[in-house]
Structures are given as C-alpha cells and as structure tokens.
Nanobody, 115 residues
Framework: QVQLVESEGGLVQPGGSLRLSCAPS????????MGWYRQAPGKQRELVAL???????NYADSVKGRFTISGDNAKNTVYLQMNSLKPEDTAVYYC?????????WGQGTQVTVSS
C-alpha cells in the first residue's frame, strides 16, 4: 500500500517561513494533481494549494502571495513554501495526491505559528 510521506512541520514565529514536502513511498502513475490541505481546530479541512503535473497551480485566497506550491514530476514530490506566516495559518497540514483511480492522503503534520 503506497503511503504519502510528509516532512515535519514545526513552530514558527509570525512572519517566518517553513517548507513542507511530500512524496509517495512507492510508484504511482496517472497522477491528476497533488496538493496541500489544512485543518485548524474546530474547522473543516480546506484546500491550501493544488498543482497539476503540467505545473498549473491554484491557491486559497488566504494564502495567495505568501505560499508557493511546486512539484518535481520525476520524484512525484510536492513542496509547499510558506512565507510571511500568520497565527491563522496554524493547522494540521495534509498532503493529497489524486490519480485517475485513487485518492491518497498523508498523515498530517502540525504547523504552529506563534510568538
């Protein structure tokens, strides 16, 4: 069973930066897109950013201009560069990978923005 392996999140001060990465533990084919979602306490999981193998990216309005999603197609790896972090970015971040057959989720990694 292929799993998505995420890098560790962490504690960051407001205004700081953090980079997340995610890669599958095995081979995956026919990828539709890869992305990042997040879930804050008491809130629903929401899309943060999404990227297709062709490089088309979409972002939640709340992160536009601060976060950048990128991918390495050769490694099926997706990155999320988070800059100018705010306390409201605090959440568990989940990696997601969709193929034409399956939908994979990472285990989630905690990102806390606090002074």
């Amino acid at each position: 069973q292929v799993q998505l392996v995420e890098s560790e999140g962490g504690l960051v001060q407001p205004g700081g930066s953090l980079r997340l990465s995610c890669a599958p533990s095995g081979s995956i084919f026919s990828i539709r897109d890869m992305g990042w979602y997040r879930q804050a306490p008491g809130k629903q999981r929401e899309l943060v950013a999404l990227i297709t193998p062709g490089g088309n990216a979409n972002y939640a309005d709340s992160v536009k201009g601060r976060f950048t999603i990128s991918g390495d197609n050769a490694k099926n790896t997706v990155y999320l560069q988070m800059n100018s972090l705010k306390p409201e970015d605090t959440a568990v971040y989940y990696c997601n990978l969709r193929t034409i057959f399956n939908n994979y989720w990472g285990q989630g990694t905690q990102v806390t923005v606090s002074s």
